[in-house]
């Protein structure tokens, strides 16, 4: 039924911006079988909701092992390449917060610049811990509805991005928020933050697996994450170091 086939992983979400992860286990003419990893769901979703294949890819740098990981956020975790030694990412955004480019009771969006709609002024979703029309992107000053995230630009030339740090990314405000109407923790909310990020720089250092062609690091340098035995610098191999960058096409339209 429309492209889905048993085993496949599923998103589903809805217009606030909640998010759960299935699996496909079973294909009729005119439904499917979804299963979820445990009982732990964001929310109850209602008809508007939508659903789409989604592929997981998580890197991750094991130090103990000098190991570059690959998890695919369900069952397969495995390892890809020896001797990497050093793994950092880096996040640059939209420095201007979501903006409503129309009201929100207007049936054809798109209502914000981008980001999840708030609901109309006096009407509180039970499903989150917002006020009455107030999301993790936007709240209610004087009766309008007004970009809670900061300002970023600090007089940065228009459309360009600006670098966002770790802790900017885990502090909060949480969507579609922090816990849901019975108190508990939402599983998969997410720092509104991350809805700014438009490109990720990837840096991957990675060295030469014998001790012996490790040496000790000079005066000021960092030839070797980890020096080894080599004496002389004719049996020196430096670790190598690449960075690139990576920008999803639909979120940098127009940059």
């Keep these: 039924m429309c492209g889905f086939s048993i085993g496949m992983r599923a998103l589903i979400f809805d217009p606030s911006g909640a998010y759960d992860i299935f699996t496909v286990t079973q294909v009729q003419d005119d439904a499917l079988h979804l299963q979820h990893r445990d009982d732990k ?7 508007g909701a939508w659903i789409t294949e989604i592929a997981s890819h998580t890197y991750y740098l094991n130090e103990a092992e000098h190991r570059l990981y690959h998890y695919d956020g369900y069952q397969s975790n495995l390892p890809l390449v020896d001797n990497v030694v050093d793994l950092r990412f880096e996040y640059f955004g939209e420095p201007i917060p979501p903006m409503l480019r129309k009201p929100v009771s207007d049936p054809v969006g798109p209502w914000t610049t981008y980001g999840p709609k708030p609901p109309p002024l006096g009407t509180n979703y039970s499903s989150d811990d917002w006020g009455a029309g107030e999301n993790c992107l936007f709240q209610v000053v004087n009766g309008q509805q007004v970009p809670r995230l900061p300002d970023l ?5 228009a459309g360009s991005l600006v670098p966002i740090p770790y802790n900017q990314l885990n502090d909060g405000p949480w969507c579609p928020g922090s816990t849901n109407d019975s108190g508990d923790t939402l599983p998969n909310r997410y720092d509104a933050d991350m809805l700014r990020v438009r490109k990720i720089r990837v840096t991957l250092r990675v060295q030469v697996a014998p001790d012996s ?4 690091n000079p005066n000021g340098q960092t030839l070797f994450m980890n020096p080894g035995t080599a004496k002389a610098g004719n049996a020196y191999v430096p670790d190598q170091e690449i960075r690139f960058e990576v920008t999803p096409r639909n979120m940098n339209i127009g940059r």
Excluded: K, Q
């Excluded at 769901?41 to 008809?47: H, I, K």
């Excluded at 630009?153 to 030339?157: E, F, H, L, N, T």
């Design 153 to 157: 630009s600090a007089g940065a030339p």
């Design 213 to 216: 062609l490790r040496g000790v």
């Design 41 to 47: 769901f964001t929310t109850a979703y209602n008809s």
